[in-house]
T-cell receptor, first 113, second 113 residues
């Protein structure tokens, strides 16, 4: 089975840096994904890690450690528009799991002035 | 470019009534198609996925069903809605070789009363 944990809520200040953690226990692993979801809207893809290390994409970076079952999403130079939920998702590596993503419950980030 | 359409955006239905939500994808062929539900305080829950016409896999036992009558059409149905069926329903697609890079429709907010 799949189990994905991330903090429920976080608050950070505009212009600051925030790190959102995600830990997972899965029966197979073929990639970890981060999505952003503004309230009442659909999730949109942010980043993807399949190998250990850091992937940087503008103000957003994502890190993965497969041995630790751990990832984080790093947001720099926070803007008010970054207030949203951030969803961690894992893809399985075989059978039915390879066709789907399993999502965590999401971390609701509030950016304050 | 690829687009995904999902309708209706909001729906209020009485308990025991039927349900039909439709999703269509344009600009791609043979996509993987997904139905997710997001209940308040819970993560995205995969309900059904399809890798081809007429091929439906169910992830959660429930009173919902899905059908894929055409390559780019995915329908979520119920014969009799329950109060617990309330939630935010999201259709998504991905290329067969890029399962994690899902594109979501705008979602349907279903309230069963």
């Amino acid at each position: 089975g799949q189990n994905i944990d991330q903090p429920t809520e976080m608050t950070a200040t505009e212009g600051a840096i925030v790190q959102i953690n995600c830990t997972y226990q899965t029966s197979g692993f073929n990639g970890l994904f981060w999505y952003q979801q503004h309230a009442g809207e659909a999730p949109t893809f942010l980043s993807y890690n399949v190998l250990d290390g850091l992937e940087e994409k503008g103000r957003f970076s994502s890190f993965l450690s497969r041995s630790k079952g751990y990832s984080y999403l790093l947001l720099k130079e926070l803007q008010m528009k970054d207030s949203a939920s951030y969803l961690c998702a894992v893809r399985g590596d075989s059978g039915a799991g390879s066709y789907q993503l399993t999502f965590g419950k999401g971390t609701k980030l509030s950016v304050i002035p | 470019s690829q687009t995904i359409h999902q309708w209706p955006a909001t729906l209020v239905q009485p308990v025991g009534s039927p349900l039909s939500l439709e999703c269509t994808v344009e600009g791609t062929s043979n996509p993987n198609l997904y139905w997710y539900r997001q209940a308040a305080g819970r993560g995205l829950q995969l309900l059904f996925y399809s890798v081809g016409i007429g091929q439906i896999s169910s992830e959660v036992p429930q009173n919902l069903s899905a059908s894929r009558p055409q390559d780019r059409q995915f329908i979520l149905s119920s014969k009799k809605l329950l109060l617990s069926d309330s939630g935010f329903y999201l259709c998504a697609w991905s290329s067969p070789g890029a399962v994690g890079f899902a594109f979501f429709g705008q979602g349907t907010r279903l309230t069963v009363v």
